[in-house]
């Protein structure tokens, strides 16, 4: 079993000099949903997703040998530049929760400075973007302190493995263009336990995928996903959920594989309904669509009919539709966009988002 836990990893405070590393990491958007999970932060089922671009968080950290010994981790943090309390209880505690894994946490004071590339709660999940942004930032002081990190693999899958003790979804975000996260026969390497890199056996089509987010509402989720996950222990239909997300995962990377965009579609437009029935099925039952987001679905079900053109919807634990397309179609979608849905989102707010290269180190 792999354990990272590692009381090695200290460093020489007499020596050590203030310093500061920079990640951009990008969010991602599941084709195959996590959605239920067990122990710490394991997974029911396999997900799949794919890396986006410019939907990214920026994470500064900056340390120097601590100050305040009273506490056992000494963090200011900022939210686009402002203190912002309540994120910084939130990773104050997962900082906490590392200790054993990196040890030398304990030995800084740390400034944290996260902003994001999309507009304040506009009901984008950020969670998977500045969780795996943070975890990048850890490996990283890991690798400049301790010189335990250098082989880009090893890098990436300790990354991975932090992100998603943060937020089960930004452990996937750690890679280009897709993640696979969970263990599944279907990808060798898979754990439950970080994801891995899923490119080789994609289609081009895929690798330039657009995804533009349609803001249906900015308004924040009247239920968390870690709330909604915990919900999934009740829910009647979870096995049944959880044999399907298998089931799906298989034929979608036969989909991916061979370029079957009208496979693609349907899976992944089944995946985002599965999602929300299993809200509405949930008890105590919550609906996290807006009537916004069922008339641009309905507009773009519409739209693929009339054009036959291989448009199709995704959605995340909230309102805001997911487009998706290929490159080749992006001109009339956008016109599609202006025309036909811009209209359904919260002051005509949208993202052009696309397939990314994944996170960089600034
Ligand atoms: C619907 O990763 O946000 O986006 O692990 O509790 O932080 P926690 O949950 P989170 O759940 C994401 C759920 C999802 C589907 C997905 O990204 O796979």
């Known amino acids: 079993m792999l354990d990272y836990t590692n009381p090695q990893l200290i460093i020489d405070s007499s020596r050590l000099e203030p310093g500061s590393v920079t990640w951009r990491s990008p969010s991602n958007l599941a084709l195959i949903k996590y959605w239920g999970k067990h122990g710490v932060q394991l997974p029911r089922n396999p997900s799949i997703s794919f890396t986006l671009n410019n939907a990214f968080t920026e994470t500064t950290l900056r340390y120097s040998a601590k100050q305040n010994m009273g506490k056992e981790i000494d963090l200011t943090f900022l939210f686009e530049g402002e203190p912002n309390e309540a994120f910084g209880s939130k990773v104050e505690k997962f900082l906490i929760s590392l200790v054993e894994i990196f040890p030398f946490l304990k030995q800084l004071s740390i400034t ?7 507009p304040h709660s506009a009901g984008i999940a950020s969670s998977a973007s500045s969780m795996s942004a943070l975890a990048l930032c850890l490996c990283t002081l890991e690798e400049t302190f301790c010189a335990t990190l250098n082989e880009d693999a090893a890098f990436d899958q300790k990354a991975s493995y932090i992100a998603r003790l943060g937020s089960g979804s930004a452990c996937r975000s750690i890679f280009p263009t897709m993640g696979v996260w969970g263990e599944t026969l279907e990808v060798s390497g898979s754990s439950d336990l970080f994801a891995v890199p899923y490119i080789e056996k994609v289609d081009p089509v895929f690798k330039t995928f657009n995804d533009a987010i349609l803001i249906a509402s900015r308004d924040e989720k009247s239920v968390s996903s870690r709330a909604g996950h915990e919900l999934m222990n ?3 239909y979870a ?11 298989h034929y ?16 992944t437009e089944n995946e985002a309904l599965t999602l929300h029935a299993l809200m509405m099925a949930s008890n105590p039952s919550y609906i996290l669509l807006k009537p916004n987001t069922l008339t641009m679905i309905e507009k773009v079900r519409a739209y693929r009919q009339d054009t036959k053109q291989p448009v199709y919807f995704s959605l995340d634990a909230g309102p805001n539709l ?9 001109e009339d979608i956008n016109n599609f966009i202006t025309n036909e849905l811009m209209q359904y989102c919260q002051n005509g707010e949208w993202i052009a988002d696309m397939v990314g290269e994944g996170p960089i180190q600034l």
Request: charged share 25%.
């Open 322 to 330: 997911h487009l998706l397309y290929p490159d080749s179609i992006k």
């Open 234 to 236: 009740q829910n009647i």
């Open 252 to 267: 979608l990377l036969e989909a991916l594989k061979v370029g079957d965009l009208e496979t693609f579609g349907r899976i």
């Open 239 to 249: 096995d049944a959920r959880y044999s399907q997300a298998k089931q799906q995962l």
């Open 112 to 118: 944290i400075d996260s902003r994001n590339s999309f």
